[in-house]
């Protein structure tokens, strides 16, 4: 649980906007499907978006290569080492539930009203 709040709390820092509309969509019939277009979108306009500037950076000739320093060697590391951590994390089974734990009750969307 704790694990979880610290995700979405670092999520939250990133894109406050995007952690409301998701929690919105998790209120849904259908949470998860919503949530990946939602998600995709997201992705897809990010893409627009950075070809955009990168073009009119260029096309304007506001790139200057000779001053910066390439770390080649370390964003390609990098990327591997993330792309390693994605597919570790991908392929990893989920946990069986302990018997000897209480099973809490999994609350579908949000709700500002407690049941019990």
């Known amino acids: 649980?704790?694990?979880q709040a610290a995700?979405?709390?670092l999520l939250s820092a990133l894109s406050p906007t995007?952690?409301?509309v998701?929690?919105?969509y998790l209120g849904s019939a259908r949470p998860t499907l919503t949530s990946l277009f939602y998600l995709a979108g997201a992705v897809g306009m990010s893409l627009v978006m950075g070809v955009v500037v990168l073009v009119a950076l260029r096309s304007a000739h506001l790139n200057h290569p000779d001053?910066?320093?390439s770390r080649y060697g370390l964003r390609l590391g990098l990327g591997l080492v993330l792309l390693a951590a994605a597919l570790l994390i991908?392929?990893?089974k989920p946990r069986r539930p302990d018997p000897g734990k209480?099973?809490?009750e999994s609350c579908r969307g949000w709700s500002p009203i407690r049941r019990r």
């Open 90 to 92: 991908a392929a990893r």
């Open 67 to 69: 001053q910066h320093a």
């Open 18 to 20: 995007a952690l409301l």
């Open 22 to 24: 998701t929690a919105v």
């Open 1 to 3: 649980m704790i694990v």
């Open 7 to 9: 995700g979405l709390a």
């Open 102 to 104: 209480p099973r809490q």
